[in-house]
């Protein structure tokens, strides 16, 4: 059985290719909460169009990302590794931040290159700019690059339209930086960004960039990694005022509608049987920002913290005629996105050390995962410390808790509390208590064989995890903050055009 279905595989694989590589389409939104979406059980979001992706392909309940902030987990999602070997720690990166990216990881772009594929990034980058642009998408294997390179808060809001006619955007944002720019490839088109024309532009360009590749009968790689739903959210005249849970459901709804604009397009090009689209999210939902920040469903708090709210993130496999409609409760990473699509192209993985695995059998077959564990660090990983969190099977081990002020208005008093050491480790079931509600009774002998399980898997995990140099320590450094007018004064206030 187990041969002949490999087989099944070779033969799939092969015919896929020889026929036209598989093009790709990877959707990343920003802060997204696992009970954000309609197809996820929220009663007033309206998705539609990820509702029917979900519908019309592969749901996942026990999807991880590796980080519960922004930086770490898309370093992770594009190299297959975790943040911590390429040095994405802690915290995230800033306008001004020295380091980046290191040039000598492999991304997923890179991966696909040799084999002829056009690629491309909209939105938000967040992984470094650095000296004359050294980490932007085009010098880590993207041809185009269109958005923002770090996050959109990370500068002066106040006076910013989010919504029209002329609705200012909610808060401050950070307001020693220069103004929010949008980029293309190296060069700045816009300072600051205009948030109500954003999402047109970036469809646009991506309705382009599908439209040429194709033409051109050149596989493609797109990576749309969206601002939205991140604060301050926004949304342009096609979204404001249309969904039922205001400001943050327009911006999901302007989210939603671009994937609407994608999928449209990969149907009018002729492409849409040959093309994976995935969609998943960085980390868990902002609960700090109340009913603009996000909810978790079920699952116990949010953003900054290595509870299930933090990092186990909606996630949805589309592919018709390749992939069947269904749910599957296997577990699975942003990790394994870079081997999947690298074993469906037929591209040599990278010779690193990777932490993801192929999911193919799940995408295909709605067959078993080959990932067993999944690992949690929080935003400040160190080598002292280790993992505060591992999941094995059914059961996750919890080493260390600690709230976080992403998460701190809940009424759950842990996801606001100190960092607490947990030996032996906290115990929970997430098939029958996803919630992390009830720690099983560790002097049961069964847990105690868990428990055994546990320490022998960290070990094992822990001797081969070897920390790269901080790219966060190396500082900031106020001259790399972009800025359209470099001669200008005085900064930032003169970065405009």
């Known amino acids: 059985m187990g041969s002949s279905r490999f087989a099944f595989f070779g033969i799939l694989l092969l015919c896929t290719c020889s026929a036209s590589p598989p093009n790709f389409v990877l959707l990343f939104a920003d802060d997204l909460g696992f009970g954000d979406l309609g197809c996820y059980g929220h009663p007033s979001s309206l998705t539609p169009n990820l ?15 590796t980080c519960p902030v922004c930086s770490p987990s898309r370093a992770s999602l594009l190299t297959g590794r975790y943040q911590t070997r390429s040095g994405i720690y802690p915290g995230v990166l800033y306008p001004g931040s020295i380091g980046g990216l290191p040039l000598n990881e492999t991304t997923i772009a890179e991966v696909l290159k040799p084999l ?12 470094g700019l650095g000296h004359n642009g050294k980490f932007l998408p085009t010098k880590q294997g993207f041809d185009h690059f269109l958005g923002i390179p770090y996050c959109h808060d990370m500068g002066p809001c106040k006076n910013l339209t989010c919504f029209p006619p002329d609705i200012k955007c909610y808060g401050l944002c950070d307001i020693g930086s220069v103004a929010v720019p949008l980029m293309e490839n190296e060069i700045i088109k816009q300072q600051p960004v205009n948030f109500l024309d954003l999402e047109k532009t970036y469809s646009d360009f991506a309705t382009n960039f599908i439209t040429t590749s194709v033409e051109k009968k050149q596989p493609f790689f797109l990576y749309y990694p969206s601002h939205h739903t991140h604060y301050p959210q926004y949304a342009g005249i096609g979204a404001a005022g249309q969904s039922l849970r205001g400001p943050y459901g327009d911006s999901l709804l302007e989210f ?7 999928v449209e397009t990969l149907k009018r090009t002729g492409v849409i049987n040959n093309t994976l689209v995935f969609f998943t999210s960085d980390n868990g939902p902002e609960l700090m920002r109340r009913s603009r920040g996000g909810i978790a469903g079920p699952l116990k708090c949010g953003k900054s913290t290595t509870y299930e709210g933090g990092m186990r993130e909606p996630a949805i496999a589309y592919w018709p005629g390749t992939i ?9 990473s942003t990790l ?34 080959k990932r067993e564990t999944v690992m949690f660090y929080p935003v400040n990983p160190s080598e002292d410390y280790g993992l505060f969190a591992l999941r094995l099977g ?26 607490e050491t947990h030996d032996p480790p906290l115990i929970f079931d997430l098939e029958a208590d996803p919630c992390e509600l009830y720690a099983l009774p560790v002097d049961e002998s069964d847990i105690q064989s868990v428990l055994q399980q546990v ?30 007018n470099p001669e200008c004064s005085p900064k930032p206030s003169c970065c405009h055009c």
């Open 394 to 419: 059914k059961y996750k081990a919890h080493f260390y808790t600690q709230g976080a002020f992403h998460s701190s208005t809940t009424p759950d008093k842990d996801c606001s509390a100190l960092r």
């Open 51 to 65: 509702d029917r992706l979900a519908a019309e392909g592969l749901r996942f309940t026990d999807f991880y990302s």
């Open 336 to 369: 394994d996105i870079l081997p999947t699509l690298a074993r469906l192209a037929g591209a040599e993985l990278p010779p690193v050390m990777l932490d993801g695995v192929d999911m193919t059998d799940i995408l295909v077959n709605q067959g078993k995962s």
């Open 455 to 484: 320490k022998t898997v960290k070990e094992q995990f822990e001797s081969s995890m070897v920390f790269g140099e901080s790219q966060m320590a190396k500082g900031k450094d106020p001259s790399l903050e972009p800025c359209c």
């Open 116 to 127: 002829g594929y056009a690629t491309a990034v909209i939105g938000k980058w967040h992984l």
């Open 256 to 262: 939603d509608n671009s994937v609407g604009h994608l």
């Open 324 to 332: 069947k409609p269904g749910v599957t409760h296997e577990m699975a």
